[in-house]
C-alpha cells in the first residue's frame, strides 16, 4: 500500500484572472487530501471515496474506465470525482510505462469538494504520486504538478490554469503566470476561512468570465486589473521576512488589496450572496481583508487575522456553515506510506 497526501490551497490573490495569463499566488493549507493506492493483478480500478464531501462511494471499472456500476450518490458529483481519478490513473500509467495497471484506491481529504480550496487539485496531485510510486516510479514534484495539470486541463475541458496543481505539488505560496511557476517566500499569512456548505461549477464560472471577457471590453480591463492587483501584492510579500509573522501594517496593505481583488471578481460575476455575506462578517469582524477564493459561485472565502475575531463572526454568520483557521502548508505532496 502506498499513501501520499498533497495539501489544499487558498488564493491570497489572482483566480480566474491566472486563466488569461496574468500572474496568481495560490498558497497551500494545511487541509490535505490523501490518497492510497494498492496495485491489482488485473486492470481494473476500484475506487474508495471516504470524504469528498459525498456519502462516500465505492465504483469499480475495467481499465478502458467505459462501464460504472450503479451507486448510491448523486451521479454528477461521482462524474465529477472520477474525472480527475480517471486522469490521474492515466497519467500514473503513462508515467510508470504501464498502460494496463490496475489499482485499488482509496481517497480520503479534509478538503470540501468543488469549494474554491484546490480539492480537485490535491487529489490528482496525491494520486499520481502515490500510483506511480506503487508501481516503483518516482517523479519529481514539477513533474507531479506537469502531469496533475494536464489531467485538469482535461477534466475542465481545456479551461484550466496551472495554478492549483502547482501549489498543491509544491506546498508553500506560488506564483504562477501561464507556464512559468515558481515558489515564493512569503511571512506566516493568517488565514481565516469561512465554507457556505456549498460549491460552485468551476467550468460554468470561468466560461462565464469568458463570455463577459470576450464581450466587454471593460470585463477585459477587469481581468487585467485584476492581474495589477497581484503584482502589487508580490511586491509587498517580497519585502516579508520569509516564515516570519507579518507586521500588521502589512497586513493591513494585503487586506487592502484582497478586498480590492473581491469586488472585482464579484464584477466579473463570481462571487454569491452567500460568499459576500461571509467576506462582509469577516470584514466587520476586523480581518484585514477577505475575498472568495478558487471559482466562487458558492464554497469558501478567505481572510486575514491573526486573532480570533473573524473565525468566531463567521461561525455566527448565517451563510457560513463552518469557519477554521488555514495555516500555511509549507510541504507539498508527500509520502505518508511507502
Ligand atoms: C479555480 O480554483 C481557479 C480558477 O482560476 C481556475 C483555474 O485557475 O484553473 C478559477
Known amino acids: 500500500m502506498t499513501v501520499c497526501s498533497a495539501p489544499g490551497k487558498v488564493y491570497l490573490f489572482g483566480e480566474h484572472a491566472v486563466v488569461y495569463g496574468e500572474p496568481a499566488i495560490p498558497c497551500a493549507i494545511e487541509q490535505r487530501a490523501s490518497v492510497s493506492v494498492e496495485p491489482r493483478e488485473d486492470d481494473h480500478v476500484r475506487v474508495t471515496a471516504e470524504d469528498l464531501s459525498l456519502d462516500g462511494f465505492t465504483v469499480e471499472y475495467a481499465g478502458d474506465g467505459e462501464e460504472r456500476p450503479d451507486v448510491d450518490v448523486?451521479?454528477?458529483?461521482?462524474?465529477?470525482?472520477?474525472?480527475?481519478?480517471?486522469?490521474?490513473?492515466?497519467?500514473?500509467?503513462?508515467?510508470?510505462?504501464?498502460?494496463?495497471?490496475?489499482?485499488?484506491?482509496?481517497?480520503?481529504?479534509?478538503?470540501?469538494?468543488?469549494?474554491?480550496?484546490?480539492?480537485?487539485?490535491?487529489?490528482?496531485?496525491?494520486?499520481?504520486?502515490?500510483a506511480t510510486r506503487a508501481l516503483g516510479v518516482e517523479l519529481d514534484r514539477r513533474e507531479i504538478a506537469?502531469?496533475?495539470?494536464?489531467?485538469?486541463?482535461?477534466v475542465q475541458d481545456g479551461e484550466a490554469s496551472r495554478a492549483d496543481t502547482f501549489c498543491s505539488a509544491m506546498g508553500g505560496a506560488v506564483r504562477v503566470e501561464g507556464d512559468d511557476c515558481?515558489?515564493?517566500?512569503?511571512p506566516n499569512l493568517p488565514f481565516v476561512v469561512g465554507f457556505d456548505g456549498g460549491a460552485g461549477d468551476t467550468g460554468k464560472l470561468v466560461a462565464g468570465v469568458r463570455e463577459l471577457r470576450e464581450e466587454y471590453d471593460f470585463a477585459a480591463d477587469t481581468v487585467e486589473t485584476i492581474g495589477d492587483v497581484v503584482?502589487?501584492?508580490?511586491?509587498?510579500?517580497?519585502?516579508?521576512?520569509?516564515?516570519?509573522?507579518?507586521?500588521?501594517?502589512?497586513?493591513?496593505?494585503?487586506?487592502?488589496?484582497?478586498?480590492?481583488?473581491?469586488?472585482?471578481?464579484?464584477?466579473?460575476?463570481?462571487?454569491?450572496?452567500?460568499?459576500?455575506?461571509?467576506?462582509?462578517?469577516?470584514?466587520?469582524?476586523?480581518?484585514?481583508?477577505?475575498?472568495?477564493?478558487?471559482?466562487?459561485?458558492g464554497g469558501c472565502i478567505v481572510a486575514l487575522d491573526p486573532a480570533d475575531a473573524t473565525e468566531t463572526a463567521l461561525s455566527y454568520t448565517r451563510e457560513c456553515e463552518e469557519a477554521f483557521r488555514a495555516e500555511l502548508a509549507t510541504e507539498g505532496v508527500r509520502v505518508e506510506e511507502a
Do not use: C
Open 74 to 130: 448523486p451521479a454528477n458529483l461521482v462524474e465529477a470525482a472520477m474525472g480527475y481519478i480517471d486522469h490521474a490513473v492515466e497519467q500514473a500509467r503513462d508515467a510508470a510505462d504501464a498502460p494496463d495497471a490496475g489499482f485499488d484506491i482509496t481517497v480520503e481529504s479534509e478538503i470540501p469538494l468543488g469549494a474554491g480550496l484546490g480539492s480537485s487539485a490535491a487529489v490528482v496531485v496525491a494520486g499520481i504520486d502515490a
Open 146 to 154: 506537469d502531469r496533475a495539470y494536464q489531467a485538469e486541463y482535461e
Open 182 to 186: 515558481e515558489p515564493i517566500d512569503a
Open 231 to 297: 503584482r502589487e501584492g508580490e511586491e509587498l510579500l517580497a519585502d516579508a521576512e520569509p516564515g516570519s509573522e507579518p507586521s500588521p501594517e502589512l497586513l493591513a496593505e494585503l487586506g487592502e488589496l484582497m478586498d480590492f481583488d473581491h469586488g472585482l471578481l464579484s464584477a466579473l460575476g463570481v462571487s454569491a450572496r452567500s460568499l459576500d455575506s461571509m467576506v462582509w462578517g469577516a470584514r466587520e469582524a476586523g480581518a484585514h481583508g477577505a475575498k472568495l477564493t478558487g471559482a466562487g459561485g
